[in-house]
């Protein structure tokens, strides 16, 4: 879900996701400012919304203000109707006659359903129906809701698809500060060339401040029946005719192969709960002339890991403004070091003389929207008829949706380094020299809301050929939160240990799902 605003025409359909909702979602009511009660015919608007284990609690209020969704409406949302992004529905299961205006306590069990509006690539309308999934699944959706509504992320990034700007994903994700600027080199698939130019967006929908000191569009013309992919240092690499792998097991054994065979949103989560670190085994056949390959794969940091770091922040309370401040001077290597020694990244190993080699991480990229990645090997350093690959990260800091492995030759292909012509902020500031080159000088969105529209020429291209773009970006953003109260110091302390993060991820995952099963249980027996 995407709960922030798109300054554009959308589109959205129901996805309908069963849950139990017995998850705490606090603070729920701080971050949407329209919650909308259906209790039958009878409707409220919700103050003050709060939500535990037990309860939906808030102030009862008459609706003495607009709003948008309705079960039968238009799927377009109008420039004027922006205000549905603000609208959380709330669904009783059958009339409660005691509700009236003022303060109320409302049983979860008496929830049917939650819809959130929602803007991103096709669908803007998610609708949890609760009571009829298996824990697992149950939890996974709470704990997405939580890490939605408590979300903190990285540059948003839209694209005109000749219809309507869509989401199209997240960019230098994880760069919490100056001594992490970063590179990023984001695939736009849904780019369309509108009125002989490629348009596209950068905001800025968070409690944060975003500084980008690099956007360049680049464009690679190629035959149709390739596609391009760049690699994590900018350079293209050709897709041709990707090998799905023999063998793919998780750390425990369980087969793997149908999960990440194909690209189809059945993903793994890195969640076996008899690992901290958790991980992948893969093993692909290599032909005997192949001299590189290179290892695709598409894939996103699942919510709960965005949900864990939260929780992390939190431990803070009032000193972490300070601790932040500690973090940025910290030399750019050793920071980095420690996200590495903590998992964060997606690392991939290879077989070599009976011991893993490190081939190469992927940084983080967000929650919002899975992308696809390319890896390069240099085959001559595995011999054999297999490579046997090892994909790992921290307890469920990541989701994979697929892996193969290419071993088309790549090739020379004609590729423009695009700067934008116009770069046009939302209080009309020119971004344009800001976002040249490489200099220090920034795009600084420093307020939520902040949007930057950026156009760029089309380059030609052969008749017989295509044309893929990547936004490459350099910059990084700052955290703004409002914590309070002392630091958890014996708790912080405990994050020391570069292994405790996952630890302590698989410790709250368990300790979840121990008490959804527990409740599991004494509804069976009461059924």
């Not at 990229?365 to 899975?370: D, E, I, K, N, R």
């Amino acid at each position: 879900m995407l709960l922030f605003h798109t300054y554009s025409c959308t589109y959205f359909k129901t996805k309908k996701i069963s849950s139990d909702f017995e998850a705490s979602i606090k603070d729920i009511g701080e971050l949407h400012k329209y919650f909308i009660l259906h209790d039958g015919i009878n409707l409220f608007k919700i103050n003050d919304l709060s939500v535990d284990s037990v309860n939906i609690s808030g102030e009862l209020m008459v609706i003495n203000e607009p709003f948008y969704y309705t079960q039968n409406r238009s799927a377009r949302v109008k420039k004027e109707e922006k205000g549905i992004t603000n609208e959380v529905h709330i669904y009783l299961r059958t009339p409660a006659e005691t509700l009236t205006i003022g303060y109320a306590d409302i049983p979860l069990e008496e929830i049917k359903e939650l819809r959130i509006i929602d803007i991103d690539t096709g669908k803007t309308v998610a609708s949890y129906i609760f009571g009829n999934l298996g824990v697992a699944a149950g939890v996974l959706v709470i704990i997405s809701i939580i890490a939605f509504l408590t979300k903190s992320s990285c540059p948003y990034v839209y694209v005109n698809n000749g219809e309507a700007f869509i989401f199209s994903g997240e960019t230098y994700g994880g760069a919490i500060g100056a001594n992490l600027t970063r590179d990023d080199y984001l695939p736009l698939p849904g780019l369309k060339v509108v009125d002989d130019t490629y348009q596209l967006r950068i905001t800025n929908e968070l409690k944060e401040r975003q500084y980008t000191d690099l956007a360049e569009l680049i464009v690679v013309n190629h035959l149709p029946e390739h596609r391009t992919l760049l690699d994590k240092s900018g350079k293209v690499h050709v897709i041709g005719n990707q090998e799905a792998p023999l063998r793919a097991k998780s750390y425990s054994g369980s087969n793997l192969l149908q999960v990440i065979a194909e690209k189809d949103t059945d993903s793994y989560l890195f969640n076996d709960e008899n690992f901290s670190e958790n991980g992948l085994i893969l093993n692909f056949k290599k032909p005997a002339a192949a001299l590189t390959g290179k290892l695709l794969l598409s894939g996103k940091n699942t919510l709960w890991f965005d949900y864990v770091v939260g929780e992390f922040f939190g431990k803070f309370g009032g000193s972490f403004d300070s601790f932040m401040d500690r973090q940025s001077k910290i030399a750019a290597a050793d920071r980095l070091k420690t996200i590495q020694d903590n998992n964060f990244p997606l690392s991939v190993y290879a077989k070599h003389q009976g011991t893993w080699k490190l081939i190469d991480y992927l940084p983080t990229v967000g929650p919002l929207a899975s992308r696809d990645f390319v890896i390069p090997i240099d085959l001559q350093e595995y011999p054999g008829e297999e490579i046997e690959i090892k994909i790992e990260t921290g307890f469920m800091f990541w989701e994979l949706d697929q892996v193969a492995l290419d071993f088309t030759d790549d090739i020379d292909l004609k590729t423009y380094h695009l700067s934008p012509f116009t770069a046009t902020g939302s209080g009309g500031e020119n971004w344009q020299a800001a976002l040249l080159e490489t200099d220090g000088e920034s795009m600084s969105q420093e307020r939520v809301g902040a949007v930057a529209d950026l156009r760029f020429s089309v380059p030609p291209a052969a008749d017989n050929q295509v044309q893929s773009t990547f936004l490459h970006t350099r910059g990084y953003y700052e955290l703004i939160r409002d914590f309070s109260g002392l630091p958890k110091l014996v708790e912080l302390n405990k994050f020391k240990d570069p292994s405790y993060f996952s630890l302590f991820s698989r410790a709250g995952y368990l300790k979840v799902l121990a008490r959804e099963r527990e409740i599991e249980k004494v509804e069976v027996v009461s059924n």
